[in-house]
C-alpha cells in the first residue's frame, strides 16, 4: 500500500513546455523512502527535469520516426546510445524499429523516437529540440527531433556542431534540463546542456564533465525516493 496513486502518470517535459497527460497506469517499483536522503536533482552546471529525479533499471531502446531518419542517425546514435548506457549503467540500444515522434504524447515504456526533418521548429528554424516523459519520478520515454538543416550544403554548419546537438538532445529525452548556471571547466568548456542556441561554442562533441553528475545523480537518485 505504499503506492502513491497521485503521481502515477506520465508526464511530458520539454524545455517548450509541460504538459500533462492522462495515460494507463503503468506499476513502477516505489522505494521505501530513507528519511535520510532526498533525491539530488541539480549541482552546478546540471539539472534534472521537473518530474524527474532517477532512471530505473529497465533498458531502453532508441527507435526512429521513418525511415529516413533511421538512415541519417542511425550511426551517431549507435555511439550517444554507448555513453548512454556506460553513464547511467542500463543498456541503450538502437534500434531499426518505426514508432511515430510526438512532442506532446508520450512514447511506448523505456522508447527514445528519434525525428530527423527540417526546422522541426517552425518558430525557432536553427533549433533542434528533446524531452522526455515521466511516471512516479522516473523517465519513462523520451523525443528528440534533430535538424536536418545542420546536414545542408551551405549552412557552414560543422560535424561537431551536429554530434553536440545530438548528445543535447538524447539527454532531454533521458531526463536532463538545461541548467541554472553554465561555469566553464579547466579547458574552458561549457555544460552541453547549456547551449540552447545553435551550439556554436561548444567542441566537445561529447557529454561534458558536467553533465557526469548529472547522470550519476539520475542513477543514485533511484535509493533516495
Ligand atoms: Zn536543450
Known amino acids: 500500500m505504499n503506492h502513491n496513486r497521485t503521481s502515477r502518470r506520465r508526464i511530458v517535459a520539454s524545455t517548450a513546455f509541460v504538459a500533462t497527460l492522462t495515460a494507463a497506469a503503468v506499476l513502477i517499483p516505489v522505494h521505501q523512502a530513507d528519511s535520510a536522503t532526498r533525491p539530488v536533482t541539480a549541482g ?7 518530474h524527474i529525479t532517477h532512471i530505473d533499471t529497465r ?3 532508441i527507435a526512429f520516426h521513418d525511415t529516413r531518419s533511421r538512415t541519417a542517425l542511425t ?3 549507435r555511439k550517444t546510445a554507448a ?15 518505426i514508432v511515430p515522434t510526438s512532442a506532446t504524447k508520450c512514447g511506448p515504456s523505456h522508447t527514445i523516437s528519434v525525428r530527423y526533418m527540417s526546422k522541426p521548429n ?11 516523459c515521466a511516471l512516479s519520478g522516473a523517465a519513462y520515454s523520451g523525443y528528440m ?15 561537431a556542431q551536429r554530434m553536440n546537438t545530438i548528445w543535447h538532445e538524447a539527454a532531454h529525452a533521458v531526463g536532463l534540463a538545461h541548467p541554472a548556471s553554465c561555469p566553464k571547466d579547466k579547458t574552458g ?9 545553435g551550439l556554436k561554442t561548444l567542441v566537445s562533441r561529447r557529454y561534458s564533465t558536467w553533465e557526469v553528475p548529472a547522470f550519476a ?9
Not at 44 to 50: F, V
Not at 145 to 159: F, H, K, P, T, V
Not at 189 to 197: A, E, G, I, T
Request: aromatic share 12%; net charge positive; glycine share 6%.
Open 59 to 61: 533498458p531502453w531502446v
Open 217 to 225: 545523480n539520475l542513477r543514485a537518485n533511484r535509493n533516495r525516493i
Open 75 to 77: 550511426p551517431y546514435l
Open 122 to 132: 517552425p518558430a525557432y528554424p536553427n533549433h533542434s529540440f528533446g524531452g522526455a
Open 145 to 159: 527531433y534533430i535538424n536536418s538543416d545542420l546536414w545542408a550544403a551551405g549552412r557552414g554548419y560543422s560535424e
Open 189 to 197: 568548456r561549457k555544460p552541453l546542456m547549456c547551449d540552447v542556441n
Open 83 to 97: 555513453e548512454l548506457s556506460y553513464r547511467m549503467a542500463v543498456k541503450v540500444t538502437v534500434t531499426t524499429r
Open 44 to 50: 552546478t552546471g546540471w539539472k534534472l527535469q521537473n
